[in-house]
Nanobody
Framework: QVQLVESGGGLVQAGGSLRLSCAASVSFFRTNTMGWYRQAPGKQRELVAG???????MYVGSVKGRFTISRDNAKNTVYLQMNSLKPEDTAVYYC???????????WGQGTQVTVSS
């Protein structure tokens, strides 16, 4: 059974930083991609950052230049470093194993990120 466990969320002031981690129970890096998504209250879940099939990081929308996705293959772990956080970044953040970039298959339980102004 696939398990994804996120950690690192919390409450931070605008301009602050957080680092999210997602530990997978098995290694997906050779056969799948992994990505970070978020869902704000009243909004649909959206892709925030992920990897291309070639392993290059990619970012969506307003997080470009502020968020950095990385991974540790040996630990089956993906990270999301979030800097210069804004109140509009407030959401539940999920990591996902994807069948292709932007196509999630398995979800973690989510971790809350709250950015106060």
């Amino acid at each position: 059974q696939v398990q994804l466990v996120e950690s690192g969320g919390g409450l931070v002031q605008a301009g602050g930083s957080l680092r999210l981690s997602c530990a997978a129970s098995v290694s997906f890096f050779r056969t799948n991609t992994m990505g970070w998504y978020r869902q704000a209250p009243g909004k649909q879940r959206e892709l925030v950052a992920g990897f291309t099939r070639g392993g290059n990081p990619m970012y969506v929308g307003s997080v470009k230049g502020r968020f950095t996705i990385s991974r540790d293959n040996a630990k089956n772990t993906v990270y999301l470093q979030m800097n210069s956080l804004k109140p509009e970044d407030t959401a539940v953040y999920y990591c996902a194993v994807e069948s292709a970039p932007g196509r999630p298959m398995y979800w973690g339980q989510g971790t809350q990120v709250t950015v106060s102004s």
